[in-house]
């Protein structure tokens, strides 16, 4: 996942009659980009007749292939609209970290008390769950034995007590 830092900076690239990425033969039309390098905007094409200029078909007419001012901001108002959702999305990204980090913290913490010799039973009545194998069973994804953490950590308290 990008950073939150991450910086959103959209250009118009040309493309070309052998490709976005050739920079040979003649430009055959535009798309906006964006530095974060995960969004691109839809093609606009270029047309040489001026009859065929129809700005909502995204069909510019420049015979030059060099676009000027007002074009280049017309290709660049989808990324715009991109740049405002990713902004709109910042408090997603927050809240889904937010929640990310407290699972993991509810997980150490789980395994803490496991190898310190608490029960599934006594860690369900903590989280609410219904039963010791309900817990177990909410944890055992991230606390498999390949994982070695609840019976490693069992022997280890074991072993400390004398059992
Ligand atoms: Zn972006």
Do not use: K
């Not at 789980?110 to 599934?120: I, P």
């Amino acid at each position: 996942m990008n950073s939150l830092l991450e910086t959103h900076r959209g250009w118009v690239a040309d493309i070309f009659a052998d490709g976005l990425q050739g920079r040979s033969g003649e430009v055959i039309g535009w798309r906006a980009l964006c530095s974060c390098g995960s969004w691109r905007g839809r093609t606009w094409l270029r047309t040489d007749r001026s009859a065929d200029h129809a700005p909502s078909a995204r069909v510019l007419y420049c015979p030059t292939g060099r676009l000027d001012v007002e074009p280049t901001r017309l290709i660049l108002g989808e990324w715009d609209y991109h740049q405002l959702e990713m902004q709109a999305l910042i408090p997603v990204r927050l809240a889904f970290q937010d929640s990310a980090s407290a699972e993991q913290r509810l997980v150490e913490a789980v395994r803490f008390v496991l190898a310190a010799g608490a029960s599934w039973d006594a860690v369900a009545r903590v989280i609410g769950a219904s039963s010791g194998e309900a817990a177990e069973q909410r944890f055992s994804a991230v606390m498999s034995p390949e994982h070695g953490v609840a019976a490693g950590g069992t022997d280890c308290l074991r072993r400390v007590v004398g059992e």
